[in-house]
């Protein structure tokens, strides 16, 4: 049974449909020549994003990669943050120095940088569920890998290491049908990706990954199994990216039925029809919800276009973090270890 109160359930309606508003603003402004560089989005997983990253508790870590806007919103991550970033300005987490939603905030909101790699989310993710065990929290970390990254090794690996070590990790599978332009019946020979779970001792879960409730719950449910030392699991969210690979891909290759028929199950409207049945949500509700969101993308963008780019003269700080023991001459730098060493008498 749903734990969820009406706010929570509204707000998921909310994140969900704040997530394609400012990724449909985002895609115009690459279509324009606003961003530089390229541009992912993810029409048709805002319940998977949304729905696994609502069942986190403060203190719980998300590992997201680059299609996870959803999961950064429903963190605590703002719109204003995220147009900054795409547009590169100082006001950005990354103070303009990147363009793709490389977000962390390990201090208030819990989230782990993200790579350009699929699947590299996930060793990441096991370390920080490591040192959650060692210094026996009762937190978990939720990591997403897509259908395409569930074949490197870093997944298997980290898979593998988080059973061996009952690591408290949830990894979801963004099933979406692709990965770039290969079909997930060119990607693999087993039905169900979860059914990898079985090779790793853990429990796996197919879920409905347009159903933002159904997400929730197994994710929930995951992340009681995981928060009680009991070990990771493994979760195949079955969805469809609705759209090219990044915002220059023109999906010609994609079949048009396929699209009919995924927009038939939009998640957003699947979702507004379940809280229209519980007596949630009118046709007034969803047009002030509508409001409310297109004012928060107005918001965001004046804030970013506002903020200036960074000056260049900075280029080079933040690069590498304070040297504690600057070396000077070729026997300092022969010695500093060395001091380091009988500063905290490792050999005594
Ligand atoms: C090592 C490496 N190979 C290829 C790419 C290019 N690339 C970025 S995302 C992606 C597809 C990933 O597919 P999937 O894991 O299914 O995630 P999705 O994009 O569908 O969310 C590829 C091939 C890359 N960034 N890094
Ligand atoms: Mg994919």
């Given at each position: 049974?749903?734990?969820?109160?009406?706010?929570?359930?509204?707000?998921?309606?909310?994140?969900?449909?704040?997530?394609?508003?400012?990724?449909d603003a985002t895609r115009e402004m690459y279509h324009q020549g606003q961003i530089q560089g390229t541009v992912y989005t993810a029409r048709g997983l805002e319940a998977t994003t949304v729905g696994a990253a609502s069942a986190l508790q403060p203190g719980d870590v998300l590992a997201p990669q680059h299609r996870d806007l959803g999961a950064l919103l429903a963190r605590g991550i703002t719109p204003r943050e995220i147009m900054a970033q795409w547009l590169r300005r100082v006001d950005a987490p990354s103070q303009g120095r990147d363009g793709q939603l490389h977000i962390a905030d390990m201090a208030t909101r819990w989230v782990l940088p993200s790579t350009g790699l699929p699947g590299l989310a996930l060793?990441?993710?096991?370390?920080?569920?490591?040192?959650?065990?060692?210094?026996?929290?009762?937190?978990?970390?939720?990591?997403?890998?897509?259908?395409?990254?569930?074949?490197?090794?870093?997944?298997?690996?980290?898979?593998?290491?988080?059973?061996?070590?009952?690591?408290?990790?949830?990894?979801i599978i963004e099933n979406n049908g692709?990965?770039?332009?290969?079909?997930?019946?060119?990607?693999?020979?087993?039905?169900?990706?979860?059914?990898?779970?079985?090779?790793?001792?853990?429990?796996?879960?197919?879920?409905?990954?347009?159903?933002?409730?159904?997400?929730?719950?197994?994710?929930?449910?995951?992340?009681?199994?995981?928060?009680?030392?009991?070990?990771?699991?493994?979760?195949?969210?079955k969805t469809y990216r609705m759209q090219g690979h990044s915002a220059a891909d023109s999906a010609n290759y994609m079949p048009p039925s396929a699209l009919d028929e995924w927009r038939q199950r939009d998640p957003i409207e699947l979702y507004a029809r379940r809280l229209e049945n519980l007596g949630l949500l009118d046709d007034a509700l969803i047009l002030e919800y509508g409001t409310r969101i297109a004012q928060a993308v107005q918001d965001a963008l004046a804030f970013a276009r506002n903020s200036p780019a960074p000056d260049p003269a900075t280029l080079t700080d933040r690069l590498f973090a304070p040297d504690p023991v600057p070396p000077t001459t070729e026997d300092e730098i022969i010695t500093a270890p060395r001091r380091a060493v009988e500063r905290e008498g490792i050999w005594n």
């Open positions: 049974m749903i734990d969820l109160a009406r706010d929570d359930l509204l707000g998921i309606y909310y994140l969900m449909g704040l997530t394609r508003a400012v990724e060793p990441v993710a096991a370390g920080a569920a490591l040192a959650m065990k060692t210094r026996g929290e009762r937190h978990v970390v939720l990591a997403f890998v897509g259908d395409g990254g569930t074949n490197t090794g870093d997944f298997h690996e980290t898979m593998n290491l988080a059973a061996t070590l009952d690591l408290p990790l949830i990894c692709y990965a770039a332009r290969t079909p997930t019946s060119s990607q693999f020979r087993i039905k169900h990706l979860a059914d990898r779970a079985a090779a790793y001792g853990i429990p796996g879960h197919v879920v409905d990954g347009n159903d933002a409730l159904a997400v929730y719950e197994i994710t929930q449910q995951a992340a009681e199994i995981a928060r009680t030392g009991r070990g990771p699991s493994l979760i195949e969210a």
